[in-house]
């Protein structure tokens, strides 16, 4: 299957800063990306969608100001958690895919803030 | 009611045993029905992917869907240890930006040796 690389895999951070997540597609372009939040043993939960050289649409409930999402090209999304609180800690996975594929993912971002 | 509703497990079975895993869903706009396997700490990996009511085979791994009782399945026969992951199935409907994949909560698997 087409990859999809996610860095970095694991970040800690101080409460009130930013961190940053990128995903790639090596192998392929993505039209569309989507990053999830997963939290212990639950379900990934969609936290918005993002096609290239658009804005970002966010799900219900999740703070789009708070949850910056930039997809610059066909192979980079980047999610950026700003002012980051220990609540935000989470499991955080990227998917891409074309118009002509299924959604791979990455590897996932386990954010710790502490 | 949730749209996708998944057997919790935990299940744990014995190397060799047959595995069966389970979701019900509500939303009968559902067309397309994935299983991906989900090891600790890692993103989802895409095991199988139907779209029809029906069985496909690939490998050990045999996936299920049922439309008319809204319900797929995936087995898994001679089971492995290194099939112990959690277990996903994701399903949606087709049309342009339509594509947004509903999760089931998971099952986690463990093969006992």
């Known amino acids: 299957g087409a990859v999809v690389s996610q860095h970095p895999s694991r970040v800690i951070c101080k409460s009130g800063t930013s961190v940053k997540i990128e995903c790639r597609s090596l192998?392929?372009?993505?039209?569309?990306m989507f990053w999830y939040r997963q939290f212990p043993k639950q379900s990934l939960m969609l936290m918005a969608t993002?096609?290239?050289?658009?804005?970002?649409?966010?799900e219900q409930g999740v703070e789009k100001d708070k949850f910056l999402i930039n997809h610059a090209s066909l192979t980079l999304s980047t999610l950026t958690v700003t002012s980051a609180h220990p609540e935000d800690s989470s499991f955080y996975i990227c998917?891409?895919?074309?118009?002509?594929?299924?959604?791979?993912f990455g590897q996932g971002t386990r954010l710790t803030v502490v | 009611q949730k749209e996708v509703e998944q057997d919790p497990g935990p299940l744990s079975v014995p190397e060799g045993a047959i595995v069966s895993l389970n979701c019900t869903y509500s939303n009968s706009a559902f067309q397309y029905f994935m299983w991906y396997r989900q090891y600790s700490r890692k993103g989802p990996e895409l095991l199988m992917y139907?779209?029809?009511?029906g069985n496909k085979e690939d490998g050990r791994f045999t996936a299920q869907v049922d439309k008319s009782s809204k319900y797929i399945s995936l087995f898994i026969r001679d089971s492995q240890p290194s099939d112990s992951a959690t277990y996903l199935c994701a399903m949606y409907y087709s049309g342009g930006s339509n594509y947004k994949l509903t999760f089931g909560k998971g099952t986690l698997l463990t093969v006992n040796p």
């Open positions: 998917s891409a895919r074309t118009p002509y594929t299924e959604a791979f």
């Open positions: 139907t779209y029809s009511s």
């Open positions: 192998d392929f372009q993505a039209t569309t």
């Open positions: 993002s096609n290239e050289g658009s804005k970002a649409t966010y």
